[in-house]
């Protein structure tokens, strides 16, 4: 048994028991929803219910989620290749399989990791995974504020901002609906980066689903702990990326930023998908 397999049974207190201190089991969670797309455990009944709904809306979004993960761990080695070896994941939701502090560490064992969150469930799993990892830590962090994320103790004391780092920000902007602050949430990040660094950023996208799929996906998301989750169109995407060299192929669904598979490189944006970039701080 490892130390995240000690957590795993959180999941099961939605039909068994109680659930852990500051956690409500009758809201749902976006990571917990994620967790359930992925195929996890650790979701309670509130979770499921949400996520079925949403799947039945839109189908794919098992296949969009398990496709966001996969880009994690490509993009994460591909910068570690390339010589970054620090990274900052904000909203990094529930760990599984491949987590950044993982995939970095095996190409660079020197890297350093930072995850944000705001679920308490997150960040139980998150400090058991990490127990006797010093390479990594988890702190609490609210999207909505990247001023007081950017200066926690602890972010400070374990990356260097001063020299190149990577911001993750996967499948977290969404949650933020007014369109100018969710720029202004990057921009606050992108300010704080030194030359070298890269911004990593996946994020919801409707294509053509049709107003009335939108406004359904919206009312399940507006019952969640978020409140609300807003998908964006390719220019909305682009302009968190104003100033930055954007990386090839530029804004593309997840399973189309360098794939491994050559056949996973087909571009549709006429139907829903999570779209990804990478952007780098001359």
């Known amino acids: 048994m490892t130390q995240y397999d000690e ?3 959180y999941g099961e207190y939605g039909e068994y028991g109680e659930a852990p201190s500051g956690v409500d089991p009758n809201t749902p969670s976006v990571a917990r929803m994620y967790d359930y797309f992925l ?3 650790d979701n309670f009944e509130a ?8 799947i039945a809306l839109v189908p794919n979004l098992p296949e969009f989620a398990r496709a966001n993960r996969e880009f994690l761990g490509r993009v994460v080695r591909f910068l570690a290749e390339e010589g970054i070896d620090q990274f900052l994941d904000v909203g990094a939701g529930l760990p599984t399989q491949q987590n950044v502090h993982q995939v970095a560490q095996a190409v660079a064992p020197q890297a350093r990791v930072v995850y944000v969150d705001n679920d308490p469930i997150v960040l139980a799993h998150g400090r058991a995974l990490l127990a006797g990892s010093p390479g990594a830590v988890v702190v609490r962090g609210d999207i909505n504020d990247p001023e007081a994320i950017l200066g926690d103790p602890d972010l400070r004391a374990h990356l260097d901002l001063s020299r190149p780092v990577a911001v993750l920000m996967l499948s977290v902007l969404n949650v933020v609906p007014d369109d100018a602050r969710a720029e202004a949430i990057v921009a606050a990040f992108r ?6 660094s890269y911004l990593v950023v996946s994020h919801g996208y409707t294509g053509e689903v049709g107003s009335a799929t939108d406004r359904e996906v919206r009312e399940v998301y507006r019952g969640s702990s978020a409140g609300s989750s807003k998908p964006r169109d390719h ?15 530029g804004i593309v669904p997840v399973a189309a930023w360098r794939p491994e598979r050559e056949a996973e490189a087909e571009i549709d944006l006429s139907r829903p998908n999570i779209l990804a970039a990478v952007g780098r701080v001359p």
């Not at 300010?191 to 070298?196: K, L, R, V």
């Not at 220019?235 to 192929?249: K, R, S």
């Open 7 to 9: 957590y795993s049974e």
């Open 235 to 249: 220019a909305q995407i682009g302009a968190y990326f104003d100033g930055l060299e954007l990386l090839e192929p």
């Open 39 to 41: 195929g996890g455990k």
């Open 47 to 54: 979770d499921r219910e949400a996520a079925k709904k949403l």
């Open 191 to 196: 300010a704080a980066m030194a030359p070298g």
